[in-house]
T-cell receptor, first 113, second 112 residues
Framework: DAGVTQSPTHLIKTRGQQVTLRCSPKSGHDTVSWYQQALGQGPQFIFQYYEEEERQRGNFPDRFSGHQFPNYSSELNVNALLLGDSALYLC????????????FGSGTRLTVV | ELKVEQNPLFLSMQEGKNYTIYCNYSTTSDRLYWYRQDPGKSLESLFVLLSNGAVKQEGRLMASLDTKARLSTLHITAAVHDLSATYFCAVDGETSGSRLTFGEGTQLTVNP
């Protein structure tokens, strides 16, 4: 049974560029949440997708956007990259909106130079 | 705004010793999570505590939850080197739905 799959595992981008990160939820899960973890800090909630809609959003600028597809997979897009966007981006999947069974993926390490 | 505070942030201990990590949070919540993270890796779920007075144990780790005090503890018994990692607590606030707010993490080093 595959867990949460994220791609790519590592990515290097130049300041000002755009990036797309991908997440496939665990089998049976229909909710995807994205978190940003800067070095030495705890993960910070970016947003959550359920039924192809953004249900909740954290304190992140509009440069961060997302999408959920009918097969429940999700993308995180970041435009106009800043050096401060360098972080580990984690995807977590679950069931429904108010669930408590989160499974985290292995993450995408984004470096902005 | 929900806040989660862990202490200590850094913990260096000898093998065989016991210690406790504390997690305080600022608003009502019935759901408290503990995760382990190894360097450069993702989050590994350790415990999910769903009600006041909940206690869970796995090997040398035991977690408890006091929702009235808004406090959870992670107790380490007879530490071994393999427990060296960063430990995070996270809270799923009543008003935030399924949206985790994490503490800063406790970086644990167990020395031989």
């Amino acid at each position: 049974d595959a867990g949460v799959t994220q791609s790519p595992t590592h990515l290097i981008k130049t300041r000002g560029q755009q990036v797309t990160l991908r997440c496939s939820p665990k089998s049976g899960h229909d909710t995807v949440s994205w978190y940003q973890q800067a070095l030495g800090q705890g993960p910070q909630f970016i947003f959550q997708y359920y039924e192809e809609e953004e249900r909740q959003r954290g304190n992140f600028p509009d440069r961060f956007s997302g999408h959920q597809f009918p097969n429940y997979s999700s993308e995180l897009n970041v435009n106009a990259l800043l050096l401060g966007d360098s972080a580990l981006y984690l995807c977590a999947s679950g069931t429904g909106v108010a669930n408590y069974g989160y499974t985290f993926g292995s993450g995408t390490r984004l470096t902005v130079v | 705004e929900l806040k989660v505070e862990q202490n200590p942030l850094f913990l260096s201990m000898q093998e065989g010793k016991n210690y406790t990590i504390y997690c305080n949070y600022s608003t009502t919540s019935d759901r408290l999570y503990w995760y382990r993270q190894d360097p450069g890796k993702s989050l590994e779920s350790l415990f999910v505590l769903l009600s006041n007075g909940a206690v869970k144990q796995e090997g040398r780790l035991m977690a408890s939850l006091d929702t009235k005090a808004r406090l959870s503890t992670l107790h380490i018994t007879a530490a071994v080197h393999d427990l060296s990692a960063t430990y995070f607590c996270a809270v799923d606030g009543e008003t935030s739905g399924s949206r985790l707010t994490f503490g800063e993490g406790t970086q644990l080093t167990v020395n031989p």
